[in-house]
């Protein structure tokens, strides 16, 4: 990871030691480290990384401002004047340290973990898929089912369309006979007996 990545920046004032004075500036925070650049000469002031904090606390400076300190390798860096508040930037400070704590500690059983997490994921990718099979299975045999069902139904309906035909074919016959053995009484013929 780029160590020159500035994950945010916080206007504030950091107590120089040497000069025993206070000096404006901003506060930045890299994936790897904290820094502090002075706005007067634009010199980096602190830059150490996030491994070497031992300790971030809020304290008051003089009894009166609200600082964050951040104990580094037995120096006490002190920072003031926090923009937005104090609270957010110890929070994220925090929140980014102990991210490299954990990081640093579990290197090692992360190695491992990651084999047997992958092993697991693929586990339960292959479990997951065999549920969702064994489901389509089932909703495709219930569907063969109904499948089956209409087309018995529509056999039916053929078969029943087949002797309603052949009776209209008869009753077409029958109608037609009785029209043509009338026309042969009115013309003196005499009728002919039918049999089917």
Excluded at 9 to 37: E, H, M, N, R
Excluded at 161 to 189: C, F, P
Aim: with cysteine.
């Amino acid at each position: 990871m780029n160590e020159d990545i500035r994950i945010h920046s916080w206007p504030c004032s950091y107590y120089l030691d040497t000069s025993k004075q206070w000096v404006s500036g901003k506060l930045s925070l890299t994936p790897v480290a904290i820094k502090f650049t002075a706005d007067k000469t634009g010199e980096l002031l602190v830059n150490f990384h996030l491994s070497s904090i031992s300790e971030i606390k809020k304290e008051s400076s003089n009894l009166i401002f609200s600082s964050l300190t951040v104990l580094e390798k037995n120096t006490k860096h002190w920072f003031s004047s926090l923009q937005p508040n104090r609270n957010v930037v110890f929070n994220i400070l925090e929140h980014f340290w102990r991210e490299q704590l954990l990081s640093s500690q579990s290197a090692g059983a992360e190695a491992a973990a990651l084999q047997s997490t992958k092993g697991k994921e693929l586990t339960g990718l292959l479990t997951g898929s065999q549920k969702r099979l064994e489901d389509t299975a089932k909703v495709l045999h219930y569907q063969g089912e109904q499948f089956d069902n209409i087309m018995k139904g529509l056999n039916k309906i053929e078969g029943d369309m087949d002797v309603a035909d052949r009776n209209l074919v008869r009753s077409n016959y029958w109608e037609n006979m009785k029209d043509h053995d009338i026309i042969q009484e009115e013309t003196g013929q005499r009728p002919q007996t039918h049999g089917c």
